[in-house]
């Protein structure tokens, strides 16, 4: 069974960092690339960052988050410095449904971890 | 980056109705080279993640139902549910993963 669980979520001052983590199980974990889609009331579903055969990146967190993953633990993480209010929200990891290249077609998700961002 | 738009905001049916959620993109996600829709379907339920419906704008995903149907083309899109069940009730998306970024509409509320 694929299964993702996010961590790390919590309440962060202004301009502060944070590291969230993706820890996965039931699938080979180095043939997929791994998303991280944020959730606020307002803005609805917003893709932020996904490391797979290539990195990328939302302008609004380039410069600011950066992704990396560990294939021996098969876990992704997302690591967010220079926090702003507009980062507050649920954050989702997500896994590509389609091995090899990023595809971003998302077929399995995590719980979330909850990011507050004020002070 | 590509707009999708989705439409309506918010839709009621009774039990067993058809409900049609409309998704448009503000360009063509079809990719000529292998004629394939890069268009996705989720279904979120309250205190849930979304879930995979449909992929390539018309292949349901492993499980789903199949009162749950994808249709269209280019940049107009279409999810359809027969005969809607009281578990339909959720918010559904619709996401291009044609190019980076991807973007999701801003959901449709199904209400029964």
């Known amino acids: 069974e694929v299964q993702l669980l996010e961590s790390g979520g919590r309440l962060v001052r202004p301009g502060g960092s944070l590291r969230l983590s993706c820890a996965t199980s039931?699938?080979?974990?180095?043939?997929?690339?791994i998303s991280w889609v944020r959730q606020t009331p307002k803005r609805g579903l917003q893709w932020v960052s996904s490391?797979?055969?290539?990195?990328h990146y939302a302008a609004s967190v380039k410069g600011r988050f950066t992704v990396s993953r560990d294939n021996y633990r098969n876990t992704v993480y997302l690591q967010m410095n220079s926090l702003t209010v507009d980062d507050t929200g649920m954050y989702y990891c997500?896994?590509?449904?389609?091995?090899?290249?990023?595809?971003?077609?998302?077929?399995?998700w995590g719980q979330g971890t909850l990011v507050t961002v004020s002070s | 980056d590509i707009v999708m738009t989705q439409s309506p905001g918010s839709l009621t049916v009774s039990l067993g109705e058809r409900a049609t959620i409309n998704c448009r993109s503000s360009?063509?996600?079809?990719?000529?080279?292998?004629?394939?829709?890069?268009l996705a379907w989720y279904q979120q339920k309250p205190r849930q993640p979304p879930r995979l419906l449909i992929f390539w704008a018309s292949t349901r995903q492993s499980g789903v139902p199949d009162r749950f149907s994808g249709s269209g083309s280019g940049t107009d899109f279409t999810l359809t549910i027969t005969s809607v069940q009281a578990e339909d009730v959720a918010v559904y998306y619709c996401?291009?993963?044609?190019?980076?970024?991807?973007?999701f509409g801003q959901g449709t509320k199904l209400e029964i």
């Open positions: 997500a896994k590509d449904l389609r091995a090899g290249a990023n595809s971003w077609d998302l077929d399995h």
């Open positions: 996401q291009q993963y044609y190019n980076s970024p991807p973007t």
């Open positions: 490391s797979g055969p290539e990195t």
């Open positions: 360009q063509s996600i079809l990719y000529t080279s292998n004629n394939m829709n890069y």
């Open positions: 039931g699938f080979t974990f180095s043939n997929h690339a």
